[in-house]
């Protein structure tokens, strides 16, 4: 199984999180925005993001198994990354969002999307109690608990793909 990671990420918690799931793979995670970005950002930013946004869409052609990674946004899954589920062409996808304590239907507006275009959802998994810019700050007992979540996730990934 060929597996690779997309994600958004503002303050970093979903890029931790990526990071992990595609490390236990032995793939990539791919950001489609920008970080270190101010608000809106500059017209170049915004060029950027563009080719990083069509460049993960590119390359997830070329995997059997997509996972993607959204932070919650007032109860939803960032608008670039329902965008993205909207027009990725793949045949599996996983999904997880991180939160504090209001997931909404950051998940569900995914899976519906998913179910929509008859893309089979591996699994799903919302990491909770993560305020922005958290897991960095986090100490090493919580951030070990972060780390086990992510390994039983990518674990599930790999067990449900041929299901
Ligand atoms: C503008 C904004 C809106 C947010 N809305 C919610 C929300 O509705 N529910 C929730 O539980 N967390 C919410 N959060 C918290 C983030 O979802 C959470 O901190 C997430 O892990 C951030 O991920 P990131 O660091 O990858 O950007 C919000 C954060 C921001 C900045």
Request: net charge positive.
């Amino acid at each position: 199984m060929k597996a690779l990671v997309i994600y958004h990420s503002k303050t970093n918690n979903t890029k931790s999180i990526a990071e992990i799931i595609a490390k236990q793979l032995k793939t990539e995670a791919i950001p489609i925005n920008l970080l270190e970005k101010k608000g809106r950002g500059t017209k170049e930013e915004q060029e950027k993001e563009k080719e990083l946004f069509n460049d993960a869409l590119n390359k997830s052609k070329d995997f059997d198994l997509i996972i993607i990674g959204t932070p919650t946004s007032f109860q939803k899954a960032h608008s670039k990354i329902i965008r993205f589920v909207k027009a990725v062409e793949c045949l599996k996808v996983a999904l997880f969002c991180t939160y504090y304590n209001k997931v909404g239907t950051t998940l569900t507006d995914l899976e519906d999307i998913l179910k929509e275009r008859k893309i089979q959802l591996v699994t799903s998994y919302a990491f909770d109690n993560l305020k922005s810019g958290q897991y960095k700050e986090l100490d090493d007992k919580k951030r070990k608990a972060y780390f086990i979540k992510a390994k039983e996730f990518t674990r599930k990934c790999i067990s449900l793909f041929n299901k």
